[in-house]
């Protein structure tokens, strides 16, 4: 029975539904191992019906239904939900701007996941950049490893297993002011001056709290670099 039940749940499927879904999981979709679900959720609860991790991003429930993107309110950057993928597949994953199927097959499965017809919000993230670049402040400072180990492997170790090198650079043993900076900043483009090849994203004071980047800061504190 339940056989029977999956099979005609992906009968009713489209096939650009399908691979849609894949591709948005897919960490190949760019040039550097980073998939969309590295930094969006696709529920519309993550607290309630998240898988545990705490991405950069908000969850992409209900994306198409939302009137604008990227807070470009009145879609002059970004006219259509694809345009706006395109610019992290870019930014984020390395990659070029979609073309054909794929970017056709992504926007199948981004309108699956906003069901209904009522319009949704445009959440927009909420930086927390230190003007001086001085992250040594004490609002940082003085975390709780213990609280900061739970919320690093919620939301670092996918990409900095363990502290090691991963999808991003060896954080271990950083100073609280360095995690800081990596968390708040990212790959630096919200200042407008992208680092180099680095694609890490930022978390906001709506991803993250100050409290809670401290408690990170103190437990990568704890880590052996070696």
């Known amino acids: 029975m339940f056989v029977l039940a999956l099979t005609l749940t992906l009968a009713a499927q489209s096939s650009e539904e399908i691979a849609g879904r894949r591709a948005f999981h897919d960490p190949g979709l760019g040039k550097n191992g980073v998939a969309c679900s590295d930094c969006h959720a696709t529920v519309k609860d993550e607290e309630k019906e998240g898988d545990g991790r705490l991405r950069a991003g908000f969850s992409l429930w209900g994306v198409a239904k939302r009137k604008f993107w990227r807070a470009d309110v009145n879609r002059t950057a970004h006219p259509t939900l694809s345009d706006a993928v395109d610019v992290c597949v870019q930014i984020f994953q390395g990659g070029q701007p979609l073309e054909g199927k794929k970017r056709t097959d992504l926007a199948a499965y981004l309108k699956v996941i906003s069901p209904g017809s009522a319009p949704q919000p445009s959440p927009k993230i909420e930086p927390a950049l230190v003007a001086d670049l001085d992250y040594s402040r004490s609002e940082y400072r003085g975390g709780d490893a ?11 170790h996918g990409c900095h297993p363990h502290g090691k090198v991963g999808l991003g650079p060896a954080i271990a043993g950083k100073n609280f002011a360095e995690v800081a900076r990596k968390v708040r900043e990212g790959n630096g483009l919200l200042r407008g001056n992208r680092r180099g090849s680095e694609w890490s994203p930022a978390y906001g004071n709506n991803r993250l709290s100050s409290p809670q980047v ?13």
């Open 214 to 226: 401290a408690d990170i800061a103190a437990f990568i504190e704890t880590l052996s670099s070696r």
């Open 146 to 156: 213990d609280r900061g180990r739970e919320l690093f492997y919620a939301a670092c």
